[in-house]
């Protein structure tokens, strides 16, 4: 636990606070977005922003698994379990995300449909071994991050011959939702979303490595620093953005060069790219159809793609109505503007994804208690000395 301590130490971040505060420059605000929802967590928990000069705003972005995962891909996993009676795994926020007609995975599970929460793509090629007789399908979903072991998992599904394995591939990628963002027309055209720089997903940059971000320094002229998801990780994050906005810089920096290379791991990306393809185009909550976004299972690994073997067609369903999870995924809202935020949807009757995952801005923010500014309720859980 060395490193958590060292990373969540009170003196070393009201330090920081200060060396930001004697940075920014008057007169000028500064947006940054935080692309990854475990960066919104960890400032929520934490108290980070109460930490942050009022004229530093952090927009949360939509890197958030559970969050971005669109009502329809959940009702073809429901179609599975309930109509083609699979052993339908997947992990423990998927089944609470809110789905068509009212059900939920979790609803669907009580309605009879074999649905187990699992941990792993391991513990779902398990539960293919297990039950020889059954078919078994993994829901797959996740950012860079977990696409390794769900190709792992297919790769060893073909060497075992476990013909009862399949994947329901749900598996996005981040640089082309963070152009998605940058070409958006609150970005580009209404200037709704100031937007001067990105704290970059550490998890993420890991596998792909840091030069993936390189374009939006060099073609959107938008600084990227690449931070760990502890509280001093972001302080530090932001203090490097403010530099590089007031010095007229725009780079990729690596605040987490204690995990992540320019080039990440190679050994996982090619295993990635043996199993997996870009999809044309795919359907994000909040972003709506962003092309080449996702991955899809490779034509030679057929037998274990679930899409395939079941012929799952894919069929939009638009959110709850009063539901803001697409502008907040955005960044053109704050929790605290939807309408049904800590009153009809809370982490316990969930009305849209961000307030499923731990991950999501409006569990987040609903969690710790940021949307209660009157009341002035810090939770700086930030360690003292
Ligand atoms: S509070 Fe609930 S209904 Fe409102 S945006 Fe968040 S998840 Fe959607």
């Given at each position: 636990m060395k490193y958590v301590d060292e990373f969540r130490d009170g003196e070393v971040?009201?330090?920081l606070a200060s060396a930001i505060a004697r940075e920014v420059q008057p007169g000028r605000r500064y947006h940054f977005m935080e692309f990854c929802g475990g960066h919104t967590h960890a400032m929520a928990?934490?108290?980070?922003?109460?930490?942050?000069?009022?004229?530093?705003?952090m927009i949360h972005g939509p890197g958030c698994p559970v969050c971005v995962l669109p009502i329809g891909r959940i009702d073809l996993g429901i179609q599975l379990a309930l109509e083609q009676k699979v052993i339908l795994a997947t992990y423990a926020d998927t089944l609470r995300v809110p789905a068509g007609g009212g059900?939920?995975?979790?609803k669907?599970?009580?309605r009879g449909g074999d649905i187990r929460m699992v941990y792993s793509s391991a513990d779902a090629l398990e539960l293919a071994r297990k039950n020889p007789g059954r078919q078994v399908v993994f829901l797959a979903i996740g950012f860079e991050t977990t696409t390794p072991p769900t190709a792992l998992a297919i790769k060893v599904a073909r060497a075992e011959g476990l013909a009862?394995?399949?994947?329901?591939?749900n598996h996005v990628l981040t640089p082309s939702a963070i152009t998605h963002i940058l070409?958006?027309?609150?970005?580009?055209k209404y200037g709704t979303v100031p937007l001067d720089g990105f704290v970059g997903p550490s998890h993420v940059s890991t596998v792909i490595g840091s030069r993936p971000f390189e374009h939006f320094a060099r073609e959107y002229r938008k600084p990227v620093v690449i931070a760990g998801f502890e509280p001093l990780d972001v302080m530090q994050a932001v203090r490097q953005l403010v530099r590089q906005v007031n010095e007229g810089r725009a780079e990729v920096e690596n605040e987490f060069s204690r995990a992540v290379t320019r080039d990440g791991n190679r050994k996982a990306q090619a295993l990635v790219s043996e199993v997996f393809e870009l999809r044309r185009s795919f359907e994000w909550r909040g972003l709506g159809e962003v092309p080449y976004s996702a991955l899809q299972?490779?034509?030679?690994?057929?037998?274990?793609d679930a899409e395939r073997r079941y012929g799952l067609t894919y069929k939009p369903v638009?959110?709850?109505?009063?539901?803001?999870?697409g502008a907040i995924l955005r960044g053109v809202k704050r929790p605290q503007d939807c309408k049904l935020f800590a009153t009809v949807c809370t982490p316990e009757n969930p009305m849209g994804s961000c307030m499923v995952s731990s991950e999501g801005a409006c569990a987040a923010h609903y969690s710790y208690g940021r949307f209660r500014d009157s009341e002035a309720k810090v939770h700086l859980a930030v360690q003292t000395a």
């Open positions: 971040a009201r330090g928990r934490y108290g980070v922003t109460d930490l942050l000069p009022e004229t530093v705003r059900l939920s995975l979790m669907a599970k009580a009862n394995f399949s994947v329901l591939c070409e958006s027309p609150e970005v580009r299972i490779r034509a030679a690994f057929a037998e274990h638009p959110d709850h109505k009063a539901c803001e999870c």
